[in-house]
Every structure is written in C-alpha cells, then in structure tokens.
C-alpha cells in the first residue's frame, strides 16, 4: 500500500507541472470564451500566518453569513486547512444565511493549515497530529514506515490550538469561547480522539472523522478504556465519529477494521455512562476514505451548533 501511495503520489506531482500548460494553451485560443484571470476569489475568508512550537502555520478564518450571538460566534477548528477551507468556506457562507432550515448557527470556522499551495503537507501533519508512537512495530505497519509520517508532536500541537492561536483569535473576533469545536479527518481524526481522551475540557464538541485508530498498533484504543475511566464525572462534551461504509474499497480488510476500530471506541465511551457526554456514531453509505470529510461536513456544522450534539 505504502508503494503504491508513493507512485500516486508521483504522478500526481507529475501531473502538477503540465495542469497550468493545459490552462496556458485554452486561455490562448480565440473563440467564446474569454479568459479574465486565474484563481476563484471565495468571500469571507481572511488569510494569516502564525508561529508555534512546531513550526509555521497559514491560518484561515472565513466569517459566517449572520451577526455573531450575544456571547459570539462557536468556533469550529478544522484541521488540513488548506485542503478542506474552501469547502467549509461556501457551505458555512450558504448554509448559515437559512439558519433555521438548515439547522446550522452561524460560527466560525478557523482551518488551520501550512504555508504553500498543497492541500497537505504530509510531514508536518504526521508530526503534529501523532504523539510519540510506543510500538515496535511502527515502521513494519502500512505507511507508518514513510519518512514523512514522523510522529512525535501532537501536545504541543494541541497546546498551540487551545492556548495562543485561541487567545489571538479572541482578541480579534466575537467568539464564545466555551463553545469551541474541534474537527479532524484521518490522522486528523485521531487526533481529535487523542485530545478528547488526554485533555477533554479542551474543546467542547470533538469531531473525528475516518480516525486513524490503527496508527500505533491501535494504541489510542489499548489506552481508551483508562483513559475514559479517568474523565471528570461532571464533563459536558458531545462526539462525533463518523467513518465511510467503504473506506478503502481496494482494501476490504482495512475498511473493516477501520469501521471495527470506530464502533469498539464508540462502544468504550458509552459503557462508562458519563451523563454529561454525548456520543453520535455514523457509518456513511457509499462513502470512502477520501469522499468523507466532504459529505459530512453539513452534518459537522448541524453537530457544532446544536445542543446535546443532535445532528
């Protein structure tokens, strides 16, 4: 799998070079169409840079299509910025203008990305999203061996997250800041897990879509048991996990564990009775590892600003 997720990897870099060459050669024939510039301008999105433990980030922040509440805007943190901000930009712009049917408030959606124009930057992502790994079998598991899934710094990932960007966002925008979101896709999703199990008074909503929870052996799912035996009886947190019914259709076995490894953290949250926390599993139909982030991103909205976590 690691083989063949590098040759696509190839290709797709390959590829990269000759999409502007296509591009150069429509713009210069003459004909119906005419050329007015590249680049899609999307409204309400503001671009920053910023500097934590682990390195430089480009943060987006796109605004809503309504005024803030009385006690500001939720703010949903979504990670992978670069690939997803568009998207999480234009349905947030539409949806929040129809509040009261779509069931989605208006909020803030902050995606935290890394300079450049990838959509990922795959080393930085590992390093950020994944704690330091404890099993030796790190480098034998699919993917885990490539050099650019170094784990290693995910609590000082989560201590930029909770501590200065938030800070510097409330400085600047009306945000509620006892209604923070936390969203992730793949490793992105495990590490929403990873923080709902260390720190969960972190965020208030955990989104973990695709999580990752084979990485490490399945450590997140060996430590969870303690782990949400340890959680503060009065905590008040609601969860979203949600995973494709096909994830990888090429490969049926790791699509059933992927969806094994989902229901068995789901079922550990919810044997331990915590009244104040809120669990909603979905097994989306027809979706994959990579189409499923996009289809449930309406349903992270609708999960981000209503109570008890009903979406």
């Not at 996990?241 to 094994?260: F, N, Q, Y």
Request: charged share 20%; proline share 6%.
């Amino acid at each position: 799998m690691m083989l063949r997720t590098i040759v696509a990897s190839i290709r797709t870099a390959a590829f990269g070079r000759k999409r502007q060459a296509l591009h150069d050669r429509a713009t210069a024939r003459h004909g119906l169409l005419e050329p007015v510039g590249s680049g899609l301008a999307i409204p309400d999105i503001q671009q920053y840079t910023a500097r934590g433990a682990n390195g430089d980030y480009t943060i987006f922040v796109t605004l809503p299509s309504g005024p803030p509440p009385g006690a500001g805007y939720p703010v949903l943190t979504l990670l992978d910025g670069n690939a997803w901000i568009a998207g999480a930009a234009e349905a947030l712009r539409w949806q929040s203008r129809f509040a009261i049917q779509s069931e989605i408030e208006p909020m803030i959606v902050v995606a935290v990305g890394y300079p450049g124009e990838a959509p990922f930057d795959l080393g930085r992502r590992a390093y950020d999203f994944l704690p330091d790994h404890s099993s030796g079998k790190l480098s034998e598991r699919f993917m885990q061996g490539a050099p650019w899934h170094q784990p290693g710094g995910a609590d000082a990932f989560l201590d930029f997250l909770k501590g200065p960007l938030r800070d510097d966002l409330a400085e600047r925008y009306p945000v509620d800041r006892s209604r923070q979101i936390l969203c992730g896709h793949s490793f992105g999703g495990f590490f929403a897990l990873y923080a709902l199990l260390h720190r969960p008074e972190a965020f208030r909503h955990y989104a973990a879509l695709s999580p990752s929870l084979w990485w490490d052996d399945g450590r997140l799912l060996k430590d969870a048991e303690a782990a949400i035996a340890a959680m503060p009886r009065d905590l008040v947190t609601d969860i979203l996990i949600a995973v494709g019914e096909r994830e990888t259709p090429e490969r049926p076995k790791i699509s059933a564990r992927m969806l094994d490894d989902s229901a068995a953290f789901v079922d550990r949250l919810e044997r331990e009775r915590l009244a104040g926390v809120s669990v909603d599993y979905r097994v989306l139909a027809g979706e994959n590892h990579q189409s499923l982030l996009t289809a449930a991103f309406s349903a992270v909205l609708r999960f981000a600003t209503m109570n008890g976590g009903q979406a």
